[in-house]
């Protein structure tokens, strides 16, 4: 592949022209078929963008993922916090695609140098997909699949923090996180509307100081979104097939890795929270609404986006608890 068949990434210069072009195939293909090269990969029949992603990411028919990363969008924060979850992941018993290689599109020159991973790409389909196929036969499948993602989600949560940064016993980033959030959450959830304002009155008294909130816990692995797409399932419902994207991990609150899941991935179904909980053994106290509420308010996302409830009718800080993380 020549250089001239190559896009011209100084078009990059903005966070706008990158939300432009960070999902266009056409424009990232000839790139990524000259990384794979250059590493000595299979070349690929086809590459695909496997959907609409935060990271350019290119699926190849020989089963690869390649995954870059910009200057934008917290892109130099993702690419270090990956690179190093794939080296404290490295032979943890999980179902953690391989890294297999790793490069930079534009080394040693000016400018943003597009560092890049390529990744086995994960067996299975999305527990998105999974999940709205499923009729109602598939309704104890998927209560299974939820309980053995509980088992998973308990080994991830216990591999060893042996990371140099965000991944390190000591690191400041979860806490500082949680903080600004804490700061943030009410002005973003009266933008995103899916509460009521009387009840976004009372969430300041209602939330915890952030020290206090993680007194006592020991930092763990924190998968920070997992949400539908993040998570693989075996097509015939068999299994948990893979685990994706560690752009947002941290060593923190296991509690935190909840948010996503149950609100994205499960939907706010109760009845699947509870078979993961019970998979992961989790202990629930009667406590666990309200400290998971906290969470809710606390997470980075705008996590009741696909959430298929209505909730702003709700004025009591209790009964949103309940309705969103009540599994007793």
């Known amino acids: ?29 000839p790139w990524v078929r000259r990384a794979l090269d250059e590493l000595g990969l299979p070349a690929p029949g086809e590459l695909r963008v496997p959907g609409e992603s935060t990271n350019p990411v290119l699926i190849s028919d020989t089963g690869l993922a390649v995954k870059l990363y910009g200057e ?62 499923a009729g109602p036969a598939d309704r104890p499948a998927l209560l299974a699949l939820a309980k053995e993602f509980g088992k998973v989600l308990r080994r ?35 933008e995103w509307g899916y509460l009521s304002p009387r009840l976004l009155d009372d969430v300041p ?17 924190v998968h920070g979104d ?6 693989f399932v075996d097509p015939g419902l068999g299994g948990i097939s893979g685990l994706i994207d560690f752009t947002d991990v941290y ?13 994205n991935a499960f939907r706010a179904d109760r009845e699947l929270l509870a078979a993961l909980l019970e998979g992961a053994d989790w202990d629930v106290s009667d406590s666990f609404p309200r400290e998971m509420l906290q969470f809710t308010f606390l997470h980075d996302f705008e996590v009741l986006e696909e959430t298929p409830l209505d909730l702003t009718g709700i004025d009591d800080i209790d009964e949103l608890a309940q309705r969103l993380w009540g599994v007793g």
């Open 205 to 221: 008294a209602f939330l915890s100081d952030v020290d206090d909130l993680l007194a006592g816990r020991e930092p763990r692995f």
């Open 72 to 133: 934008h969008w917290c892109g130099p924060e993702s690419h270090a916090s990956e690179l190093e979850a794939y080296e404290v992941l490295a032979g943890a018993d999980l179902p953690v695609p391989k890294l297999l290689g790793r490069g930079e599109l534009r080394p040693g020159g000016t400018g943003w140098p597009w560092p890049f991973l390529v990744i086995e790409r994960a067996s299975g389909r999305t527990w998105r997909e999974a999940a709205d196929a």
């Open 226 to 231: 997992l949400h539908g797409t993040n998570l």
């Open 156 to 190: 991830l949560h216990d591999v060893p923090l042996n990371g140099t940064a965000v991944l390190r016993p000591g690191s400041p980033t979860f806490p500082d996180l949680l903080k600004e959030r804490r700061e943030a959450t009410v002005a973003d959830h009266r």
């Open 251 to 263: 060593a923190g609150d296991p509690r935190y890795s909840l948010i996503q899941l149950h609100l």
């Open 1 to 29: 592949m020549q250089n001239n068949h190559l896009a011209d990434l100084s078009r990059i210069n903005s966070d706008d022209s990158y939300a432009e072009l960070r999902n266009d195939a056409a424009f990232w293909e």
